[in-house]
């Protein structure tokens, strides 16, 4: 594995690859949902390429930029061990330009959900993905469903400036009690960590509803409410739309997504489920 901290030497790395190429981006302090990824990569491409950059530009004033966990000597063994190829760890300075273009989120799509409580914050994703999609030039590049509107506008990102990229959705991977695996959840206490799980509980029990027949979006996110207002500090929304993210009254077959975001203690988590 070749370990990159900025462009030239990423150019001359990349270069070198010979074949497919998966990139699978990240903000580190790597856990099983980014080796999931990562091994799928590493399984569909000839090469992969991992990117670890906490990137400024999508925290907003006053979110944990300056706390969020870091750790590059154990990500750079986990890269190692599951087969990328090069991992590129670049610098602030080598990423960003003074006055430099901007990418904008949708109007519409960038600012509801976590949009509206994140004002501005996909500008910024966006903005770095299509960087790094220039920089890596891959065929295919994998997101978690556990940041699902991330991931559907990166796939919106992808259509809109017809970038030749197939974007491939990866499922949310779970520690055993349910708790969806985050970054994040290291701020978490025990107790906290035991309150969290009412967020997936509560998508748990919606899917079990679906399952047994029930359809009213109103029905089902009362229900969740109930649930997780019993457990969480601030419950922030809990959203039932379909996949271009349009608030809906029934539930729709293979194209409705479960979003809820709450806080823990002073962590927030975010999860949803797909139905
Ligand atoms: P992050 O480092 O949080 O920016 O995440 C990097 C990528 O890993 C994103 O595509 C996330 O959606 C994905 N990811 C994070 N947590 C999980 C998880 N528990 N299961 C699946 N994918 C995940």
Redesign the pocket.
Known sequence: MTVVRDYKAFKEARELLDGSVGFV????ALHE??I??IKRAVKENDNVIVSIFVNPTQFLEGEDLDKYPRKEEADIKLCELAGVDILFMPTIDSIYFEDEMKILAPAVAGYILEGAIRPGHFNGVLQVVMKLFNITRPNRAY?????AQ?LLLIEKMVNDYFLPIDIVE????RDSDGL????RNVYLSDDERKRALAISKSLKRAGKMIMSGERSVSKIKDDMIRLLKESVDELEYVEIVDKALNTISTVQEQNTLILVAAKVGNTRLIDNLWI
């Open positions: 981006p990240t903000m580190g949902g980014h999931s990824l997101f978690g469903k556990k940041d991330q990866c499922d949310i991977v969806a695996l985050s970054s």
